[in-house]
């Protein structure tokens, strides 16, 4: 009987043949859907590694299957090969790519990290260490960058301090929108549209989505409103916005609020901006694996 918070037989199914195998020089690995389950459970509850209970194994086992598989790349490799499953049985809706941000409040175990040390997420982080953790009035943050295709489904993630501006990674989280092709050819990378609130409303961007042939639906800020008024003739156009098309960013606002739903992605505990991504993308594949075709 599958318990709540564990992988169903559908899930495991899919990505047991992309685990790792058995080392070469002897040794086994402890059962791999036994372990998985513990870190499913642990970022589903925000528990403490310590108190993953006896039945998924030791939890320094746990702990360190995902520390390493975090260092190595599978959980980026699992959710990568997911995706290119998914977008050959035509389930990604390329008609729409959406993006936004939230921020997560960072508890204090979250804090004192190794100044300097590895650990880095993406090149965006800032604060302490480089741990993508920044300092406001509420104290520390993190903010998850996110983008969606028409659906809702995570196409990519970034991890920056809390106190980085939107626009300054939406160009990096658009060019990590990539997914490969199940038989030969290049990733699919483009969507037709882009939509956006007006945290996104830059010249950059906009030219950016212009040069690839992206339509993009990003509402103008006031102030930018206001400066093309003044310059009256010389203010140009105002760039085309389609209200009904907006609409359809709810998407990704659904797609945060299910992420939130895993208490160790709501609430930062980890020291590593590394092991906070790898929460990330594992929580996106556990997304993917219940739309799975």
Not at 254 to 264: D, E, H
């Amino acid at each position: 009987m599958v318990r709540r918070h564990e992988l169903s037989d559908a899930a495991w199914e899919r990505i047991a043949p992309l685990l790792p195998p058995d080392p070469p020089r002897g040794g086994r690995w402890r059962d791999h859907r036994q372990v998985l389950n513990g870190i499913v459970w642990k970022i589903r509850t925000g528990a403490d590694w310590r108190d993953v209970p006896e039945r998924y194994g030791p939890w320094q086992t746990v702990y360190q299957r995902f520390r390493r598989w975090s260092a190595d790349g599978t959980w980026d490799r699992l959710w990568e090969h997911v995706q290119a499953h998914g977008d050959a049985a035509g389930v990604v809706d390329w008609s729409a790519v959406c993006v936004d941000s939230t921020i997560v409040r960072a508890h204090q175990h979250a804090a004192g990290a190794r100044k300097g040390g590895a650990g880095g997420a993406n090149a965006g982080e800032c604060g302490p260490g480089g741990q993508a953790l920044g300092r406001s009035r509420g104290g520390l943050t993190t903010k998850v960058h996110l983008a969606v295709d028409g659906t809702g489904l995570p196409l990519a993630v970034l991890v920056t301090g809390g106190n980085i501006n939107d626009c300054t990674q939406a160009i990096a989280l658009l060019q990590t929108v990539r997914i490969p092709r199940a038989g030969r050819g290049r990733p699919r990378t483009r969507p037709q549209r882009v939509i956006a609130d007006k945290a996104y409303s830059s010249a950059a961007i906009r030219g950016y989505l212009r040069r690839r042939h992206i339509a993009a639906t990003i509402p103008e800020r006031a102030d930018q409103v206001a400066n093309r008024a003044r310059r009256g003739s010389g203010g140009g156009r105002p760039p085309a916005f389609d209200p009904a098309v907006y609409r359809r960013r709810n998407v990704i606002e659904r797609c945060i609020n299910r992420l939130k739903q895993f208490k160790g992605i709501a609430t930062r505990y980890d020291k590593l901006a590394i092991h906070y991504r790898s929460a990330l993308t594992i929580a996106c594949l556990l997304l993917w694996l219940r739309r799975d075709p």
